[in-house]
């Protein structure tokens, strides 16, 4: 092989390895850019899965605002049932906005469509007849239960509809595994083809010390701005020997921190990398590899944190199902769930109730707390903490407490808590009660978001539950008040019976009377004619 030759080679053993630096480079960017772009179809996917749930969920609480109204004519029922029509609307055009761009048309939506419309018009011919008074007709039309049919539809819609959308979701994640496994092969390749280029300008120098002395320093100096920077000056720095092992050292080391990934540990760390000489590293191939690393694992996290407050909110609701039948605030159990969830350390729930002329927040649930806080289990709106929260509709969340607030009792002995956190339990803006949670430790940013959404959850299930009680004490009302009117009827027919035989007793007795008077006149008449016989 001729010098001129060597030269050559040499001088495009670096500008390969810039090229595959630079196409592991844009390989990882396009990961990242392409997880983006998918990032907002799984949102747009996860929007469309609950706006599907949502259609259901309005037409039961239509249907049951509209059953109410029905029964007892308090035209309080019929203040959502606009909305409702309107939120209704809203969801049917955001279902077809998002399945325009996801070039999807589930089979069944426009039937499901159809069947809802049309028993959002039977339900408002059911309160125009209730208004009219018209009750034969409205109950025969409660009796149709057309429900069942619009249930049926939802059902068959969801056949179809729920795998498909799982499907894609699924497509997804395999299509970033794959972009995943080919950042891997071009960090593989980087490293295969990195070592023989090496060893080529190892045997180089070793030839020509004197020409390549200079190179030599290039090459180092290469190697600290493209592969890894350990920031520490050696007395033998420009040695062939020393550059070579350092190049080796950091292409062993760049291979074994691909190899961890590629295995699934991204808890994997760079040899030699630390405080001091992390910044002199970000552009090279050790600092985006890292950075690479620190990309997968966020977004393992933010995955494994999706996957939990999902799993958290659906056992909340499957828990908040089974109890909803019940007339009472089975709330301890619910409380109980929330704060294991979160690893909270104490928690209360309190629910608003008229007191006279004013509310007031009352405890229906405590966790872990001492007993002594809570003798006065009432607070009134805008005291404390917990009454300021409920006032102003706004997440209460201090890091650092007020001195003396609370204690929590443990094996250890009396201790503060360090973070608290009082969420207003609201419904479409209507504050049903509020939630105090406490703990030792910071509660984290996901789990935050987590409470968040169950608090909705928790006061919609609340304002249904309240709703369900007030209707059943307004039936039982009814119920009573029927009877009463029934007793009343009875008594007042048997009065009117009474008097009825009295009047005819007393029409007997004049008969009678005007029968003896007239045999008496006769009798006297009798009398008379025979005395004036006589004289």
Not at 207 to 218: H, I, M, V
Not at 397 to 408: M, Q
Not at 419 to 437: A, R, T, Y
Not at 506 to 519: C, G, I, P, T
Request: include cysteine; hydrophobic fraction near 40%.
């Amino acid at each position: 092989m001729t010098t001129k030759t060597k030269a050559n080679l040499l001088g495009l053993a670096l500008p390969i390895i810039l090229v595959l630096i630079t196409l592991n480079t844009i390989a990882i960017f396009s990961l990242k850019i392409d997880r983006n772009l998918h990032q907002k179809k799984l949102e747009d996917l996860t929007l469309l899965k609950n706006l599907k749930k949502e259609i259901h969920s309005r037409v039961n609480e239509l249907d049951m605002q509209a059953r109410s109204y029905a029964l007892i004519k308090k035209p309080i029922f019929l203040n959502d049932v606009e909305k409702l029509a309107a939120s209704q609307t809203k969801s049917f055009k955001t279902i077809d906005s998002l399945l325009l761009v996801l070039n999807y048309q589930p089979k069944g939506l426009n039937e499901l469509k159809k069947e809802v419309n049309a028993y959002y018009d039977l339900v408002y011919d059911m309160v125009n007849l209730a208004k009219e008074g018209k009750n034969d007709e409205v109950l025969a039309i409660l009796n149709e239960n057309k429900g069942l049919d619009l249930w049926l539809k939802y059902v068959d819609f969801g056949e179809t509809f729920d795998p498909e959308v799982e499907g894609q979701i699924a497509s997804i994640e395999n299509r970033q595994d794959t972009l995943l496994l080919l950042n891997t092969a071009l960090q593989s390749l980087l490293a295969i083809l990195g070592l023989p280029i090496l060893i080529f300008v190892i045997i180089r120098l070793k030839r020509n010390d004197r020409k390549n002395l200079a190179l030599l320093a290039k090459l180092q100096e290469k190697n600290r701005q493209m592969i890894f920077d350990a920031n520490i000056e050696k007395e033998n720095d420009s040695s062939i020997d020393y550059v070579v092992q350092n190049i080796a050292d950091n292409l062993e080391k760049s291979k074994a921190f691909i190899s961890q990934i590629t295995e699934g540990n991204l808890s994997v760390k760079w040899e030699g990398m630390n405080d001091e000489n992390r910044d002199l590293n970000k552009e090279n191939l050790s600092g985006k590899l890292i950075y690479m690393r620190d990309e997968m694992l966020k977004v393992k996290e933010e995955g494994a944190q999706r996957e939990w407050l999902n799993l958290g909110v659906n056992q909340l609701t499957e828990l908040l199902r089974n109890t909803q039948s019940s007339d009472e605030y089975e709330l301890d159990e619910v409380l109980s769930f929330i704060i294991k969830r979160v690893r909270a350390s104490v928690g209360a729930i309190y629910i608003s109730e008229e007191n006279g002329e004013k509310k007031e927040l009352v405890l229906k649930a405590a966790y872990a707390y001492d007993r002594k806080k809570f003798l006065d289990s009432r607070v009134q709106i805008g005291e404390g903490l917990i009454g300021q929260t409920y006032l102003e509709k706004e997440i209460t969340h201090l890091r650092k407490l007020p001195v003396d607030y609370l204690k929590i009792q443990s094996g250890l002995g009396e201790s503060q808590p360090c973070d608290l956190i009082i969420l207003p339990l609201k419904h479409n803006d209507q504050v049903i009660g509020v939630m105090e949670l406490a703990t030792f430790k910071e509660i984290e940013k996901y789990k935050i978001t987590f409470l968040e959404s169950i608090s909705e959850i928790l006061a919609s299930s609340l304002f249904a539950k309240q709703n369900n009680i007030f209707n059943k004490r307004l039936l039982q009302d009814s119920q009573v008040l029927t009877e009463k009117l029934r007793t009343q009827e009875e008594e007042l027919k048997q009065n009117l019976e009474e008097m009825q035989a009295t009047s005819e007793e007393s029409e007997r007795l004049q008969r009678e009377l005007r029968e003896e008077n007239q045999l008496l006149q006769d009798e006297l008449s009798r009398l008379k004619g025979h005395m004036i016989g006589q004289d």
